[in-house]
């Protein structure tokens, strides 16, 4: 008995759509990354470690108030910007990659965990490569955002050395 299958069937696999014998699409991938909390917290602690330095020190008592409130304001607006950061990534088979609405090319020395993306991408401007990196934790999309941001990026960032674990 032989069996019969219909000529166009589509399957669904893993946001991976299929039609025939053709290549898979994969769909549109459209995220914003909040602030995270892990990131803020670490960034906390170290700039109070900093500033615990600076008050242990054997330096005299003016030096050690210029340097506690060179820490302090740093801590303070470097927590200001983290709060304040959204970064909106999206990514299509047809146009790449864009982060915040520009059009970039993810590096390879981005490394990928499952607690943090450590992202390096290049924006174009004026026939000049800017780098910039991002610090994407687990925290600052939801679970099933950031595991679909880790696939992609391990599958179509090309990989040098071993940066991907």
């Known amino acids: 008995m032989a069996c019969s299958y219909p000529t166009k069937l589509n399957f669904l696999f893993l946001g991976q759509i299929m ?4 290549k898979p699409m994969e769909a549109d991938l459209r ?6 909390q892990w990131l803020i917290g670490i960034t906390l602690l170290a700039h109070l470690l900093a500033l615990l330095a600076c008050a242990a020190n054997a330096l005299p008592l003016a030096v050690k108030i210029v340097m506690v409130s060179t ?8 927590v200001r910007y983290l709060q304040a950061q959204q970064l909106a990534i999206t990514h299509s088979t047809r146009s790449g990659w864009a982060v915040n609405g520009q059009a970039v ?16 991408f290049a924006v174009q401007n004026n026939k000049r490569a800017a780098r910039h990196s991002a610090i994407i934790c687990g925290d600052a ?3 099933d ?13 090309p990989e040098q050395g071993s940066t991907f674990t």
Request: aromatic share 8%; net charge positive; no cysteine.
């Open 19 to 22: 039609a025939n014998d053709s």
């Open 31 to 36: 995220l914003t990354a909040q602030a995270s």
């Open 71 to 78: 820490v302090a304001g740093n801590g303070w607006a470097v």
């Open 105 to 120: 090319t993810v590096l390879a020395a981005t490394t990928v965990s499952q607690f943090a993306i450590f992202l390096q």
């Open 141 to 143: 999309l939801d679970k």
């Open 145 to 157: 955002d950031f595991r679909q941001l880790l696939a992609r990026l391990k599958t179509t960032v």
